[in-house]
């Protein structure tokens, strides 16, 4: 059983950044591969970025290239999403997610954390 925990969403002006992070408690965090998704209310949940094993790889939905980049620390357990230029339609719940094969959509991953709310005002 996998159990992660997002924390560092909040409040950020149009332009601004913050950087999520999530924490695994799983024994053999480098066996998964780790993706962020994002849901605002009414909508479906997207995908943001994904990482592999070993973070050698990186994939990133269109609409945040340039200005999200996602990385892990397997010593810690924990992986990052470190978010510049924020946009007020960003604004949602925030997933980590993990899983044992490579995925880019969220019926591709086994395990969620609880999300953590990013808002952007403008």
């Known amino acids: 059983q996998v159990q992660l925990v997002e924390s560092g969403g909040g409040l950020v002006q149009a332009g601004g950044s913050l950087r999520l992070s999530c924490a695994a408690s799983?024994?053999?965090?480098?066996?998964?591969?780790m993706g962020w998704f994002r849901q605002a209310p009414g909508k479906e949940r997207d995908f943001v970025a994904a990482?592999?094993?070993?973070?050698?790889?990186?994939y990133y939905a269109d609409s945040v290239k340039g200005r999200f980049t996602i990385s892990r620390d397997n010593a810690k357990r924990s992986v990052y999403l470190q978010m510049n230029s924020l946009k007020p339609e960003e604004t949602a719940v925030y997933y980590c997610?993990?899983?044992?094969?490579?995925?880019?959509?969220?019926?591709?991953?086994?395990?969620w954390g609880q999300g953590t709310q990013v808002t952007v005002s403008s």
């Open positions: 990482i592999t094993w070993g973070g050698d790889s990186t």
């Open positions: 997610a993990a899983n044992s094969a490579w995925a880019n959509v969220p019926t591709g991953y086994d395990y």
């Open positions: 799983v024994r053999m965090f480098s066996t998964y591969v």
